[in-house]
């Protein structure tokens, strides 16, 4: 068959042709198939139905210094990690979840029904009732989550005072003796180690109030899939409500907080109704309180921020 292509290292067979387009050449050598007859025999042939896998990794137009630092990164990571796991000390990982429209809008997935569930047939913004903004904290030691959904805007101020709340709600309760605390972040977004206003909040929300010491330690650019709260938390939040229209912010609390898993997770949400505007900066105060310690080896996506 001249359309046949394949992998030549998997022994994988396929064709560039559709069953419907064999079906009719078929037909031509008055030979009359089904397109459900073609699939079949190509199965039987050894052909086989592919997809485009997200399974290379990529790193753009990097140099092998890039990947070299990118891999020097996990490993710090890592042993960072077994560092504060050894003493005891929480490990937090956060990040925002994709911002979701409130109202009657699709919500891709599906699940059983007698019937379906009509939506909009287009996902205006003008429509919605408002927007959710879920930044989340996952604490691995103990498998738990808080989510914090947002009404206004992902900044880094925000993100910094969900993760001082996490930790007034949950984190000192769960973590009495605790002096410092290890987190984890994308490199990008309203927690970018190059904006100032992020570095501040923490260090107002975290240092200041509560006298801890905050290790951050940033992913690679491109690397936020390998980010704990990505795959042990968001993941299960979507799954949870996949096929459901979020019509109400208390439609979004209550599926993020039925969340489970049967090893474990439990999962808090909290509604934020306060307003961030977008575009803050830190005043003379924050930074002049800010006291950091740069990591020796990759200073740009690893530092401690002290209490004064």
Known sequence: ?????????????????????????????????????VAALLRDLGYSLRVNQKKVATTGKA??????????????????????????????????????????????????????????????????????????????????????????????????????KWWTNEGRRRYASATRLLLLADNGGSNSPRCAQWLCGLATNLCENHGISVTVCHYPPGASKWNPIEHRLFSEISKNWAGVPLRSYETVLNYIRTTRTRTGLRVKAYLVKKYYP????????????????????????NYTLEPI
């Open 63 to 164: 140099t092998a210094e890039a990947c070299q630092l990118r891999d020097d990164q996990f490993k710090h990571i890592e042993l960072t990690r077994k560092h504060f796991l050894r003493r005891g000390d929480p490990i937090i990982s956060v990040d925002t979840k994709k911002k979701e429209l409130i109202g009657n809008f699709k919500n891709n997935g599906s699940r059983w029904g007698k019937a379906d569930v009509l939506v909009n047939d287009h996902d205006f913004p003008s429509m919605a009732e408002g927007k959710a903004i879920p930044y989340g904290i996952y604490d691995l030691t103990a498998n738990r989550g808080s989510v914090f959904v947002g009404t206004s805007h992902d900044t880094a101020s925000f993100a910094a005072e969900c993760v001082g």
């Open 1 to 37: 068959m001249y359309a046949t292509a394949g992998d030549p290292i998997s022994g994988m067979k396929w064709t560039r042709k559709t069953t419907e387009s064999i079906a009719g050449e078929l037909s031509k050598l008055d030979i009359d198939v089904s397109p459900n007859t």
């Open 278 to 301: 977008k575009n803050q900066k830190p005043t003379q105060r924050d930074l002049q309180n800010l006291v950091v310690k740069d990591d020796r080896r990759l200073p740009k996506w």
